[in-house]
């Protein structure tokens, strides 16, 4: 379990090397909901995504003898081009596992970080196998992208920042991937704004976590595939752990409510997000109710998506 | 002709009820050009575009009288949502001619700014007649979309702002349609930081405003349909004789290269634009050579797009 103290350490820790993303609202959207939202940009974050906090967190911490092995982890989405960053800023070597299907231009932005890479097959089993060998040779430590304290507290940050900036908040939102994002910001709400409520948001194809909060048991990530490619994997016993004790409410959104609370906040505030980030929006489409007369903090997670299919004009 | 004057005094005048846009700066860009580029982003002003301007300063100047009577233009693009939306800033009727064939979405928005909307053929001539009957009928006032003094001082305070937060630029850029917002950025610009450069950027298979000052001849626009569906529109005598006296410069673009600027910007910057914001990166995308080692402020115009094609997943 991490407390708030950890949460403000790692800002401390972070904060030369990442950006205080900006809140933004907008007056139509409010004006649909009959609320006041504010979404934390971390679109705008380094890498293009709240991953960037949890990485740096983690990679900072690491003592000199452990940082000269360099770090390793598997991934083919955010995590891999935050520690690709990370590892970057201290200037040590970073070695990604990532399975031979992953698409081309994320294997550039990794290896634009300065990262190398390993291909592996495209099975949980490969990716793990394949870390742990090349760990075993190298030496080097492995930052996962959500199962560890130190991420934890870093993606926290955001939230932390969130509550600095805006006061009375009725309710916080988040997506519900891994959980590190939503372990990390429900502490740094609960520990600053307690009366909060604090609802996870989850792809209705893949609410696994929502189901593992429901039966007090850890259930698997499904294998539905959502336009949330983000919210495909599942909670670990840490986050898993963390999310119950602050309380953590989660609701769901379908795939089309999730296109169109994504294509909302392009639409209508100009900003590039990745469906992960428009599932929050997705649920107060679906249940207006939540929204009504309340002042609602979001964070929007990220802007990595592939825009090469569209079409001007 | 407009001064400098006409730009402060239109910017102090609209001030109230537009936003002071941000400036943007992406590493990566910089990076990729060897340049340091300013962003100005009207893609974040009211309404979506920098049009806001404009239509805000020419309504605001209105004697009692002829507000009473309200404003009336003909368009299906940004202008008749900035129109609409500066109508009802000061709670006077807004009728706006749009062709028949404008889309469904286009029609929306102009509607929820309160404007009353009459349709006609989609012809120029249709556009015209229609209006002038409506206007002798109503004694509405009309607000051309750039052919005015009000609205070209108007866009201009883009330009201004740009230069007051940024000094020193080298080279200052927006894109090229009717030359409002080109004619009102070039007089701040001249004005304030005089040794700059100033290039309009255009659509190659649209370049009438780079014929029209190679020839000394104004011409007519072009019928070739580019997806910078916001600059197919051709220069005004008036616009025309700002361009040249405060020696703008026009470069142009392809169709590949608009795509691409416009697209640079949305994944890196996370940024929603719409293709004629992406003509002035199209243009130093074919001409890296303008842009090495330069300070370079880009006015990204707006952030109107069709978003309806992007496939997610």
């Excluded at 429901?214 to 840490?238: F, M, N, V």
């Excluded at 309340?294 to 990220?302: A, E, K």
Aim: proline share 4%.
């Amino acid at each position: 379990m991490i407390g708030i103290q950890d949460i403000r350490q790692a800002a401390e820790r972070i904060a030369p090397h990442i950006h205080h993303t900006p809140i933004m609202t907008s007056r139509t959207i409010n004006a649909m909901f009959g609320a006041e939202i504010f979404f934390k940009c971390e679109n705008l974050q380094k890498v293009g995504a709240f991953k960037a906090r949890g990485a740096v967190n983690a990679v900072m911490q690491l003592d000199e003898k452990t940082a000269r092995c360099g770090v390793i982890t598997h991934s083919s989405g955010n995590h891999a081009q935050a520690l690709a960053y990370a590892a970057g800023l201290r200037g040590i070597a970073c070695t990604i596992i990532m399975p031979d299907t992953a698409p081309a231009v994320k294997v550039a932005a990794v290896r634009g970080y300065g990262a190398e890479i390993i291909f592996c097959k495209p099975t949980q089993e490969s990716r793990l196998r394949t870390m742990e060998e090349v760990a075993q040779r190298t030496g080097a430590h492995v930052v996962p992208p959500y199962d560890d304290d130190r991420i934890m507290a870093g993606q926290g940050t955001a939230g932390l920042e969130l509550c600095e900036e805006v006061e009375g908040l009725d309710l916080v939102m988040a997506p519900v991937g891994g959980g590190g994002l939503m372990g990390g910001v429900a502490t740094a709400v609960r520990a600053t704004q307690p009366t909060a409520m604090i609802i996870g948001a989850e792809p209705v194809i893949a609410a696994d976590a929502k189901m593992s909060l429901q039966t007090g048991l850890l259930q698997p990530p499904t294998d539905r595939l959502t336009i949330a490619d983000g919210l495909r994997t599942g909670l670990s016993e840490k986050t898993f752990a963390q999310l119950r004790s602050m309380g953590v409410e989660i609701e769901t959104a379908t795939e089309d409510s999730i296109r169109r609370g994504t294509l909302l906040v392009m639409s209508r505030m100009k900003l590039v997000i990745e469906p992960s980030a428009g599932v929050t929006l997705g649920v107060l489409l679906e249940q207006p109710g939540l929204a009504r007369g309340r002042r609602i903090g979001i964070i929007l997670c990220g802007g990595n998506v592939d825009l090469g299919s569209l079409v001007f004009g």
